[in-house]
């Protein structure tokens, strides 16, 4: 009997799984896009950001008639999301997983640990049968430690280029306020984003800007003891301190400054910190730090998608509105490529997808339009916010000024 | 199918840092220093096959005897504690090879990139599997003929006079001592032995991911190293294959549908069975059965033959 009850419910499962999964219409068919990114440990709010704005991104394109395919049919966008945990073996299983399938492009991952490794696993240069790697494109967001989209000619990324960012903060900081001298860093040095922006981006560009380096405190991300470090800021005394960390490190380290009393003339933080977590996590600490970033809702089609993105329970940020903007590009190519988003098209839907991203130089997007360079990455506008009374506010948009 | 190839490469390479870690499990020794070993092995192999263009077996070779020579050295002042102390000791030996790669730049200009270990940001383009067109099939085929290899000799080791003297280690040191057993000589050459086997595994891991930096090595590899013996069962190797697969195939691969779910029942599963098999998923009964079986189907065999 209970055998008899267990057959039927598997078949009862079975079948409701084929209704609701079965093709659609002649003329409609599935766009699969899947994103993959960190939803567990310290950094799950990206991950989980990422997921809201490619959903919103998704029901949007899908309400407005979807995709127009290469032969007159329609289009209807589908997306899953994807856990990596973070991690380089995840990462690379998850997109492996997702390429055994209908999907046609990821957009993904979270962290630039698992970015790196992954683009490794693709094929190195397009079209070359020497080279077994995966022939698979992948449009990344959030992962936005320098350089890594000339890995592979299958990566794409659509993350804001940190060195024009820093480069030109250091330059108006200097403009506006000769009065700073000296830039401090801490350092969150086991996380390859921040150690890369720091070492690679701001302390290169500082001096440039005729500021002088004195040094750097480091800390890791697990870290939640901070004393030694901000001793180390208030030994160095500088006008300008520039935090590249995380905004759960960097809310610790700006709590110990606050309950050691040290002070400095200016806060400049990492990008990945304009985010509604560090306001969530220090606020009054925090009031005042400058960030670059490429995303504010500052017009109409950012507030309309930042709104859009909340009713998928997320924020939008400078990375979660990348993938957002991912997705429009990615219609828009899709289109002009003529895919077809058939079964067997599967691998050459691909590598359309694949040219018309190479070919890109510039796209739309929510602060303006972004240029592609050669080398597969963005330079997308940007502008500078700073924390005030809770809430990110634009201290300087140098699009508009 | 390339999904599937590719997650038993992952079982392979777990299965290996599981087996390094079983053949120290079984001289009564618990490690935390496998994923030192396994870094190191990732590490050499990985600068074997991008900066000095040799070929992944002599660097897999290589890897393997230069962390079985550090697991030789770090063996013989460790392993004159015991218990938790060894526990704290290898771990601690684990954390100082992570911070090592860590601090460790050796890069050399190739045509206009730089290439080689990067501190920090790790070391990349270990793309020794693509580069010579291997498929994901024959990848596969090799990872588990190296899993095969090291299986097929720790099983074999279980059933010599070596293998015997391992467990009586393990069993009873002092028994053990007593008719003549030297511990430190028996303790050490299992460690080198582990040593050599997480090696071979880090080779594979750095090939397969093409980029390692010190945060793959870290207190949860070690963890996870010695947790596939245990919970699979110290009576057999194939009980840590078994474990290998029931955690990476199915807890971790197998579950990812769940979503968020997946992470909460990972720990939960891991309870439920070492609640449900306390001596290991092959424990002694199974694998008497498991070997009454093989041994019936041998001697039917050879029936028929005759």
């Known amino acids: ?401 | 199918m390339d999904f599937y190839y590719s997650l038993a490469q992952i079982i392979g390479f777990h299965t290996l840092l599981g087996l390094s870690a079983y053949i120290v499990l079984q001289t009564g020794q618990v490690s935390l220093a496998q994923a030192g070993f396994f870094a190191i092995g990732a590490y050499v192999a990985g600068m074997l096959t991008v900066l000095a263009g040799w070929h992944l077996v002599p660097a897999m070779l290589v890897a393997g005897l230069g962390a079985a020579l550090m697991a030789c050295l770090v063996g013989f002042p460790a392993l004159r504690v015991r218990g938790l102390m060894l526990v704290i000791a290898t771990l601690a030996f684990g954390e100082a090879v992570r911070l090592f790669f860590f601090n460790f730049d050796y890069q050399i200009a190739k045509g206009e990139v730089k290439i080689g270990p990067l501190g920090g940001e790790g070391f990349r383009q270990i793309r020794w599997f693509p580069e010579n067109g291997w498929t994901s099939l024959e990848v596969m085929l090799f990872v588990w003929t190296v899993v095969a290899l090291v299986a097929g000799a720790l099983w074999w080791n279980d059933r010599s006079r070596f293998g015997a003297v391992l467990r009586a280690v393990g069993e009873d040191e002092v028994a053990a001592q007593s008719v003549g057993i030297n511990l430190t000589a028996v303790k050490v050459t299992a460690m080198t032995i582990g040593g050599f086997i997480a090696g071979l595994g880090g080779a594979i891991y750095a090939h397969y991911t093409t980029h390692i930096e010190h945060l793959n090595f870290n207190v949860l590899l070690a963890t996870f190293a010695i947790a596939y013996p245990i919970l699979g069962g110290l009576r057999s190797v194939f009980g840590t294959i078994v474990a290998a697969i029931f955690v990476q195939g199915f807890l971790v691969e197998g579950l990812r549908f769940l979503g968020d779910w997946r992470n909460l029942l990972f720990g939960a599963l891991i309870v439920l069975a070492m609640n449900l098999r306390p001596h290991g998923l092959i424990d002694a009964a199974t694998a008497r059965r498991l070997a009454r079986l093989f041994s019936r189907e041998q001697w039917r065999g050879e029936q028929r033959r005759a």
């Open chain 1, 1 to 401: 009997m209970r055998k008899t009850a267990l057959l039927l419910g598997s078949a009862f499962v079975a079948l409701a799984g084929l209704a609701v999964t079965g093709p659609a219409g002649a003329q409609e068919r599935s766009v699969v896009i899947k994103g993959f990114g960190a939803k567990s440990g310290v950094v799950r709010s990206f991950g989980v950001n990422s997921e809201a704005a490619m959903r919103a991104a998704a029901e949007l394109i899908n309400s407005q008639g979807g995709v127009k395919l290469g032969d007159g049919a329609t289009g209807k966008i589908e997306v899953e999301f994807l856990d990596d945990r973070c991690t380089a073996e995840e990462g690379i299983s998850v997109v492996r997983r997702i390429a055994s399938g209908p999907t046609l492009v990821a957009i993904g991952p979270t962290c630039s640990n698992v970015a790196e490794p992954l683009f490794g696993v693709l094929q190195k240069k397009a079209g070359d049968a020497s080279d077994s790697g995966l022939q698979f494109p992948i449009f990344t967001d959030v992962a936005i430690k320098g350089g890594l989209a000339k890995i592979s000619e299958w990566a794409f990324r659509n993350v804001p280029s940190e060195a024009e960012m820093y480069t030109s903060l250091f330059s108006w900081v200097k403009q506006t306020k000769p009065d700073l001298k000296t830039i401090f860093a801490g350092v969150e040095e086991n996380f390859a984003h921040s150690r890369a922006t720091w070492y690679a981006v701001m302390k290169e560009a500082a001096p440039k800007a005729g500021l002088e380096v004195k040094g750097e405190a480091k800390w890791l991300l697990e870290d939640t003891n901070f004393a030694q470090q901000v001793r180390e800021i208030k030994a160095a005394a500088p006008d300008i301190l520039a935090i590249a960390a995380h905004p759960f490190t960097t809310c610790g380290v700006l709590k110990e400054m606050r309950r050691q009393g040290v002070k400095v003339k200016m806060l400049i933080g990492l990008t990945s910190s304009s985010s509604l977590e560090t306001l969530q996590g220090c606020a009054r600490e925090a009031e005042g730090i400058v960030i670059p970033t490429s995303f504010a809702p500052v017009n109409q089609a950012a507030e309309a998608a930042a709104a859009q993105a909340a009713k998928f329970n997320g924020s939008l940020d400078l990375h979660s509105a990348a993938t957002y903007e991912n997705m429009f590009i990615l219609k828009k190519l899709m289109e002009e490529q003529g895919v077809l988003a058939k079964p067997d098209t599967v691998q050459a839907d691909r590598e359309k997808i694949r040219k018309g991203l190479a070919a890109l130089k510039e796209t739309g997007g929510l602060l303006g339009t972004s240029k592609r360079t050669d080398d597969r990455e963005a330079v997308k506008p940007y502008l500078y916010v700073h924390a005030k009374d809770g809430k990110w506010v634009v201290l300087h948009n140098p699009v508009t000024n």
